[in-house]
C-alpha cells in the first residue's frame, strides 16, 4: 500500500504564488507517474499536471505558463509550484500517484486534498 501526504495548501491574494507538496510513502515501490487534479464544488476532479519519473510532463491550458510541476524521485515527492494565482484557480487540490511494484504498475493512489483560496 502506498500512503500521499499532501501540504502547503492555504490563502493567497489574487497574483501570488502557492507551493504544493505531495510525498509517497510505502514498501517496495517507485514512482511511475503522480500528478495534481483539482476539484470544485459540484464538479467531477480534472487534471492540473501530471509528471513522470523521467521528467515528462502534463498541464492543463487552463495553468500552461503559470504553474510548474516537478518531482524528486529519490523522496518520491512531486511538487506543484502555482504562480499568478487567479480567483478560479480556488479548488481543493488532491494528489494522486501510480507506482511500480514488482514490476507490476498499480494505483491510481490519492492524496486527502489540500484547500487553495485565492481571495482578496
Known amino acids: 500500500q502506498v500512503q500521499l501526504e499532501e501540504s502547503g495548501g492555504g490563502l493567497v491574494q489574487p497574483g501570488g504564488s502557492l507551493r504544493l507538496s505531495c510525498a509517497a510513502s510505502?514498501?517496495?515501490?517507485?514512482?511511475?507517474?503522480m500528478g495534481w487534479y483539482h476539484q470544485f464544488p459540484g464538479k467531477e476532479r480534472e487534471l492540473v499536471a501530471t509528471?513522470?519519473?523521467?521528467?515528462?510532463?502534463n498541464y492543463a491550458d487552463s495553468v500552461k505558463g503559470r504553474f510548474t510541476i516537478s518531482i524528486d524521485n529519490a523522496k518520491n515527492t512531486v511538487y506543484l509550484q502555482m504562480n499568478r494565482l487567479k480567483s478560479e484557480d480556488t479548488a481543493v487540490y488532491y494528489c494522486?500517484?501510480?507506482?511500480?511494484?514488482?514490476?507490476?504498475?498499480?494505483?491510481?493512489?490519492w492524496g486527502q486534498g489540500t484547500q487553495v483560496t485565492v481571495s482578496s
Open positions: 494522486n500517484a501510480a507506482v511500480r511494484i514488482r514490476g507490476g504498475i498499480r494505483g491510481p493512489y
Open positions: 510505502g514498501s517496495d515501490f517507485s514512482i511511475h507517474v
Open positions: 509528471i513522470t519519473s523521467g521528467g515528462v510532463t
